[in-house]
């Protein structure tokens, strides 16, 4: 295989076990026979279920296949993040392990690069297995998306996508914390087209994105990428003003009119006392959540850390860094000798 391949199939790995084996046939099933050289880069974000050691089982079996495992769960944002960083081919492809996004797609992606687009994502046309609720939710968080922030988010797309090498440097300049990368593939530009896919139903194991994750998941989409929930208070708070002088005002009236027996007590005051100390405390917790993510951004922590690498080598990973990056103290190669600790700075650390 040439030193720098022509595509690179990045895919976060969590507690995927039981679907490793069949995910690797079928991307090579998708990428074969084979039109150009590929590598296949799993990151291994802090899996206990026996994960890892069958990366590395795929690894020995094939030199194109690399392992990444990080020293502890960093999430699946940042995993991403990790294998793009390390991926060396002229496209980028950013694909789940779980087979809900079908290896068989890659074909389809690639088509529409070499007809010059630079970002390609999957449209999910539709979504096997998913409960209504999840749908639903879905379906309304990518449409309020799209509506509230200032650049072309797709609807109904993930981070299954393909991505030129020139988008890749781009992101690996982009070191934030909280990340959302189908916002920040977007806001980099370039030429982007879509393609339509039905995703999978899970096969094996549970959704790394239960309830409160997808909250959290959320919240980081719309602060990285909208100040639209600072902005409507503004909105609110003049909304709330003319309410209170209208009840005023009709209250006023009713008394002179109906006699001080009309609205006595105070009821009516804590009422409207605890509708504005609720509205208070929830822009707060608005507040709060730029505050904490500014201060977070200020640590200037690395992103993640490696605790070991297999198939990357050393010239190879430090080919990866970009020009504002600092060197690495990289991880050795499995197949080469005893593991290392790698910390993985980020722009300016």
Wanted: glycine share 6%.
């Amino acid at each position: 295989m040439s030193a720098r391949p022509t595509y690179s199939i990045v895919a976060p790995v969590y507690n995927e076990v039981g679907n490793l084996r069949r995910f690797y046939r079928e991307v090579v099933a998708a990428l074969e026979p084979p039109e150009a050289d590929w590598e296949l880069i799993f990151v291994n974000d802090g899996s206990s279920d026996g994960s890892q050691e069958l990366m590395l089982e795929l690894a020995a079996q094939d030199a194109r296949v690399r392992v990444i495992s990080f020293a502890r769960n960093f999430g699946h944002q940042i995993a991403v993040t990790a294998g793009v960083d390390y991926a060396s081919g002229d496209a980028i492809i950013l694909i789940d392990a779980d087979l809900q996004d079908p290896p068989a797609v890659i074909p389809r992606l690639i088509a529409k690069w070499k007809d010059g687009y630079e970002v390609v994502y999957a449209v999910r046309a539709h979504r096997k297995g998913e409960s209504f609720w999840k749908r639903i939710s879905a379906k309304i968080f990518y449409r309020l998306i799209h509506r509230i922030t200032d650049i072309n988010i797709p609807v109904d797309t993930g981070d299954f996508r393909l991505m030129d090498a020139r988008v890749a440097r781009v992101l690996q300049q982009m070191r934030e914390h909280h990340r959302f990368i189908r916002g920040m593939t977007s806001w980099v530009g370039y030429k982007q087209t879509g393609v339509e896919y039905v995703r999978e139903q899970r096969v094996w194991g549970e959704t790394k994105y239960p309830l409160g994750k997808m909250i959290a998941f959320a919240l980081d989409a719309v602060t990285s990428f909208s100040f639209f929930p600072l902005q409507i208070m503004i909105y609110i708070s003049f909304i709330l003003a003319l309410l209170s002088l209208l009840v005023g005002l009709v209250i006023s009236v009713l008394r002179l009119t109906m006699g001080e027996e009309f609205f006595g007590g105070q009821a009516t005051t804590i009422v409207l006392l605890l509708l504005l100390s609720s509205f208070q405390l929830f822009f707060l917790f608005v507040i709060g959540q730029y505050v904490a993510r500014t201060y977070d951004e200020s640590r200037d922590r690395p992103l993640y850390v490696i605790a070991s690498t297999v198939g990357l080598g050393e010239a190879q990973a430090a080919n990866q860094r970009s020009p504002s990056q600092p060197a690495q103290a990289l991880a050795k190669d499995d197949n080469v000798a005893e593991l290392q600790t790698e910390v993985a700075g980020d722009a300016g650390g």
